[in-house]
Every structure is written in C-alpha cells, then in structure tokens.
C-alpha cells in the first residue's frame, strides 16, 4: 500500500507547486570535480548538499528532489560504488529531509529516480525484471531516508519508467514520471509527449504526476507542456525545464535563460496546464527565486500557443512533436547534449 498522497494535498492547498532546479550545475559551482559521482557528497561533503537544499528552499521551492540522480547500481558500478546503493539513497532522503522538515512550511522530499544507463532487452542486456530489482533496491534506500514520493526523472524508454513505477509500488512509496522530450519532439526511445499519460496504465498504482524535464530549452518543453495537457487537461503535469539553450565557453557549458526568463516561462507554463514547474539543467537558486516570484503573482490567463511560446521564450531548439506529426515546423535540429 502506498503512503498518502502529498502532492495532491499540497496542490489543493496553493493550486501549482514549485519544484526545485538544477543538481548538477550548482553542485559543479559548488566544488564538484567533473567525473565525480554527486551521489558520494551525501557522505563524503554532506553539508553541500544541506546548502543545495537549504538555498532552494530559501528561495521557494515547495519540492526538493535528493541528491540520487544516479542512485542505481547500474551508475553506482562506475564509481565501485555499486553495493552502497541502499545506504547512499537513504543518506540523501535524510539530508533533503533534515533542511525540509525546518523549513516552517511544508516542503516535499522527492527521491530522485533516474534512468540506469543501460538498455532492456531486446535492445541490450538488462532484463526487464532486473531494472525493477535495481530501482526497488533504490527506492527503498530513499524511503528509508524519508522521501515521502518516488520522483523518476529524464526518462527515453516507456518500459523503463513502468520498471521504475513498478518498484515504487513494491516497496510502497507515490510516485511521478517525467521523460526527456529531446529527440525531434520524442524521447530517445520514441515516445511521444501527448502518449506520456499511458507508460504506466494498468499497475496497481497510478502516478501522483506526469510530464517532462530536461530535453533541450524552455521552448521545447512548453511545447511538450501543451501536447500533454491538450492529451488529458485533468492530469497533474509536471514540466521542469532547462534554463535556456546550454552554450559551450572554452571548456565550460553556460546557460542562456536569465532569470527574468525562467519567470516568463512560469507564466506560460501555469497558462498551459502544468500543477507542477521547476527548473532543470542550468537554474540556480536566482533563477528559481525569480520564478516564486512570478507563480505568486501570475493569475492563470489563456492557453498559450506554439508561436506566442516561441515569441516570448525564444526560438525551439528541437522539432516539436505536433510539428512533426503535421509535417510544419521549419526548427532547428536538436542540439547536442550538454
């Protein structure tokens, strides 16, 4: 049996949530070495992670998601870290949890689920049942830890989600799903965003939340935004977008979105349909500061279109899914992964 639903609870309290922004950037800002796992800082630097948290809840967050992007034995194995996955994600649920529970507001602890890196069968070697023991034995760490909601993030293939929502539901823990809508409008793996509400049709349990992070700009996943609330308007979706187009300076990868842009997107985002938006690669506590500010002063408006997005955010680095289904949209290509 799953816990109580806390997003619902929260949603119905303050109509649209604040999710948090990006791990990685700001913990590279922040010492991180590059071809470090972040996951090792919940023991080796926790009070990194403690200030990570700390200034997004500063700065609005009403989500945090833990430091366990990479939680997995399948990502843990790169650093031989592979037979600490229990204790690594429960280390990151107790840090998220210890700067949620004195934030004197609720604040939800979302377990960071990401994907495991490899491929199912028939397309590679990990069978379906094994990527639903990895995630389990995940999952598990994260609730031990205190995270109240299993948050399974930048997703490619459907089975891969429905292995990681069936081990929410093993071990007894809500949860969401959210795919990365980089490939002309696609995942990877060739899911569409209007087909993103149906991955995890017929478990026992159904998720909190659907959506989209990461993919490409903040175009593209207002984009993605529309093609899923137009699929099924009464969901609860999720868009935790990019801030901005990543640019490479020299050795080092910069984000575009300023923070007034990051608060435009917020505006767009609540007039097309989403419950639920934060920020991904790129937004810093600035950033996510400017977008509280606009969520509590926005009131909904109307539904945006494709070509009001593009005006107000910036051009679509990517072709969008109902662009490419109608056979319009004269995009740029995608652009290459930072």
């Not at 309290?13 to 590059?34: H, Y």
């Amino acid at each position: 049996m799953t816990a109580t639903n806390p997003i619902d609870a929260l949603i119905a309290e303050k109509g649209v949530l604040l999710a948090d922004g990006a791990t990685g950037t700001n913990l590279f800002a922040m010492g991180l070495e590059a071809g470090e796992a972040p996951e090792l800082l919940n023991e080796t630097s926790p009070e990194t992670i403690v200030s990570l948290h700390q200034n997004f809840v500063d700065a609005g967050a009403d989500i945090i998601l833990t430091n366990s992007f990479g939680g997995t034995r399948h990502r843990l194995k790169l650093h031989h870290a592979q037979d600490r996955v229990r204790e690594l994600n429960k280390r990151a649920a107790e840090i998220a949890r210890s700067v949620a529970d004195k934030a004197g507001r609720k604040v939800i602890v979302a377990g960071s689920v990401g994907p495991t890196g490899e491929l199912l069968v028939p397309l590679g070697a990990m069978t379906y049942e094994d990527a639903v023991d990895a995630f389990a034995e995940q999952i598990e760490g994260l609730k031990a830890g205190g995270a109240e909601v299993a948050w399974i993030e930048t997703m490619s293939a459907p089975d891969e989600i429905r292995a990681a929502a069936e081990a929410a539901i093993r071990v007894g823990l809500p949860y969401t799903y959210t795919g990365s809508f980089d490939t002309a409008g696609r995942t990877m793996m060739g899911l569409l965003p209007k087909d993103i509400h149906g991955v995890a049709d017929g478990l026992s349990q159904a998720p909190l939340g659907v959506g989209a992070n990461c993919g490409v700009g903040a175009s593209d996943i207002l984009s993605s935004l529309l093609d899923m609330t137009d699929a099924k308007p009464e969901a609860t979706v999720i868009v935790k977008g990019n801030c901005g187009i990543p640019e490479f300076r020299g050795s080092e990868i910069h984000y575009s979105g300023t923070p007034e842009l990051m608060a435009d997107y917020v505006r767009l985002a609540v007039d097309a349909g989403a419950k639920i938006v934060g920020g991904c690669c790129g937004t810093s506590f600035a950033h996510l500061a400017a977008m509280r500010k606009a969520l509590d002063a926005h009131e909904k408006s109307a539904r945006p279109t494709v070509e009001t997005i593009v005006e107000r955010i910036g051009p679509m680095r990517n072709k969008t899914a109902s662009a490419g289904d109608a056979g319009e949209g004269r995009r740029e290509r995608r652009r290459s992964r930072a």
